[in-house]
């Protein structure tokens, strides 16, 4: 396959998004945006080509994000496996009938309350179309319940097993396609000088539109702090 570095001498018609290139008999799809002239001091190199700017959805120190408790208005369909910071459930808002994802966190005493607010404003901070979305936040009893996005598909490690029925240039082009998001949503992070500490298939979504949402919660360091 034609990789990072590669000088490709040979491009079947460039088209809108990828574009088929060539190279001592090796083939490989790329984003069209990246395939530009080289010199011989000048490898072709891809970037990223529009690093996503720092979203402004803080939480202000008020806690303006808390709601009130709205445990009530889920219904609890089936607790979800793995996680050991506290517990997650797929529930489904009653009065919408929409699916989601609620994971609880102790919020009992100071320490608890300050842990899970840093970890919820951080999560709206690092808001964007690559990660995976806050939609809710409220306390219940002693604990305090994240209401996130529900990705359709699951987790990468599910859909990796799937690409392997696909034609090899299908495949190859739709493993491009999540890589590119996947940068994209790292390149965001790193813009907020946070550092992703367990990019892995199992930290990765798919939603029902094939688009990709990395997750955040209680996965990452702020180098800010350290």
Request: hydrophobic share 40%; with cysteine.
């Amino acid at each position: 396959n034609v990789k990072k570095g590669d000088r490709i001498t040979k491009i079947n018609e460039p088209e809108p998004g990828w574009s088929m290139c060539f190279i001592e008999g090796k083939f490989g799809y790329v984003p069209t945006s990246y395939i530009k002239p080289v010199t011989d001091t000048q490898p072709l190199i891809p970037q990223i080509p529009q690093p996503l700017p720092k979203i402004p959805i803080v939480a202000p120190p008020t806690m303006s994000w808390m709601q009130e408790d709205q445990y009530h208005k889920y219904r609890m369909i089936e607790k979800l496996q793995g996680g050991a910071q506290g517990k997650t459930f797929f529930v489904e808002r009653k009065e919408t009938n929409k699916l989601f994802v609620l994971k609880k966190v102790d919020y009992l005493d100071a320490g608890d309350k300050l842990k899970a607010n840093r970890e919820v404003e951080q999560m709206f901070n690092l808001a964007s179309p690559f990660t995976v979305q806050l939609v809710c936040v409220f306390p219940h009893d002693v604990e305090l319940c994240l209401v996130m996005e529900f990705c359709e598909k699951g987790d990468l490690r599910k859909v990796m097993t799937e690409l392997q029925q696909l034609p090899e240039e299908e495949r190859l082009m739709r493993v491009w396609e999540i890589l590119a998001q996947i940068f994209l949503a790292v390149d965001h992070l790193h813009s907020h000088d946070v550092i992703h500490r367990d990019i892995k298939p199992e930290n990765i979504f798919v939603m029902a539109d094939g688009s990709v949402r990395v997750g955040l919660l209680l996965i990452y360091i702020i180098l800010s702090l350290q």
